[in-house]
């Protein structure tokens, strides 16, 4: 009788501890691509705030600017402004650079 208790016992500890490993790998898992994503999105979020904090002030605007583009843009009004949806709507004959 003691031995029958001693393999059931046995037996439920070989079961539990399978069911135990399974569980925790699952959860390590499921952590590790957690950790994986918050990652991605702080490296992602250093990246966007560099942009920010860089190009947010006036006068690196204007540095920019004048350090590029040398007084090649122009001011178009919104109303002119087409967007292309497909390349085939572009029409080159028509285009004009001063409207």
């Known amino acids: 009788m003691i031995r029958k208790i001693f393999v059931f016992f046995i037996l439920a500890l070989v079961i539990s501890t399978t069911l ?11 952590i590790f691509t ?17 942009e920010h904090d860089y190009l947010t002030s006036p006068e ?7 350090l590029y583009f040398d007084d090649e843009l122009n001011y178009t009004l919104r109303k002119n402004i087409i967007i292309i949806d497909d390349i ?6 028509h285009l004009n650079k001063n409207e």
């Open 20 to 30: 135990i490993k399974n569980h925790t790998k699952n959860l390590d898992e499921k």
């Open 34 to 50: 957690a950790k994986e994503n918050i990652n991605y999105l702080n490296s992602l979020k250093e990246m966007v705030k560099l």
């Open 60 to 66: 690196k605007l204007l540095y920019l600017y004048s």
């Open 88 to 93: 085939s709507q572009i029409n080159i004959k």
